[in-house]
């Protein structure tokens, strides 16, 4: 089975900042690029942070109410300093939580998981920057159509990783939710083909009706 890494996925043609974008510009790169945030980097492309339009609204909301309903925040230390900033070292989150181009779709959806980020910078080897992948582009892979995925699970799941005839185990799939039928020879064979399905690019979920000849649990080991 092949599995989409983020390099298949980031965006390529990375808008950035400098330390010394002024916040203006920033706001003017975001709005002409329709991005919502930009990687910050040094002199040798490597990413120190990134700005977000949540970095940069908190210049907004440390502000006073015109109207006078909203009583006047008191934010934390940092904050404060962020809704004075007017340069991009001064407003970005740091550091930067980067992604490599061969991470699985999993691994980076676990670090923004972890890291409670939206998107993630991506370097190579030297820690420049080669691309940036969001949590949009990581769903891509639930755009696989059915048919895709119903090859894959049937040529490669069962054919080539588990050596099973086509006639033994049928594959139906709708919206991405896989439905298994048929029978197997031993059960402890099901578990392991429900497990390989759900490895596969834009599953959502597996459900299996899968009938079998021999009980494995039942089954007791010979002696010496």
Same mark, same amino acid.
């Given at each position: 089975m092949q599995h989409r890494t983020v390099a298949d996925l980031m965006t390529r043609d990375v808008v950035r900042a400098r330390r010394d974008t002024p916040f203006k510009e920033i706001v003017e790169l975001l709005a002409r690029n329709d991005v919502t945030a930009v990687p910050v980097v040094d002199e040798l492309d490597r990413p120190l942070g990134v700005v977000s339009e949540a970095d940069l609204l908190r210049k907004c909301s440390a502000q006073a109410d015109p109207s006078g309903h909203a009583p006047l925040p008191h934010p934390e230390a940092w904050e404060r300093a962020k809704a004075a900033g007017v340069r991009a070292e001064e407003l970005m989150s740091a550091p930067a939580v980067c992604a490599r181009p061969e991470w699985s779709v999993v691994e980076a959806a676990r670090s923004m998981a972890a890291q409670n980020v939206k998107r993630l910078p991506v370097v190579d080897e030297a820690g420049r920057l080669?691309?940036?992948v969001s949590r949009g582009d990581l769903l891509?892979?639930?755009?696989r159509g059915?048919?895709?995925i119903r090859d894959e699970i049937t040529r490669d799941v069962l054919g080539r990783t588990l050596g099973l005839a086509p006639s033994g185990v049928t594959v139906?799939?709708?919206? *991405?939710? +896989?439905?298994?039928? *048929?029978? +197997?020879?031993?059960?402890?064979l099901i578990p392991i083909i429900e497990r390989l399905c759900r490895n596969v690019d834009g599953v959502v979920s597996v459900s299996a009706h899968i009938?079998?000849?021999?009980?494995?649990s039942r089954t007791s080991p010979t002696g010496a």
């Open positions: 080669r691309g940036i891509r892979i639930f755009l059915d048919d895709a139906e799939v709708h919206e *991405g939710q +896989v439905t298994l039928g *048929g029978s +197997v020879e031993v059960s402890s009938g079998y000849r021999i009980d494995a």
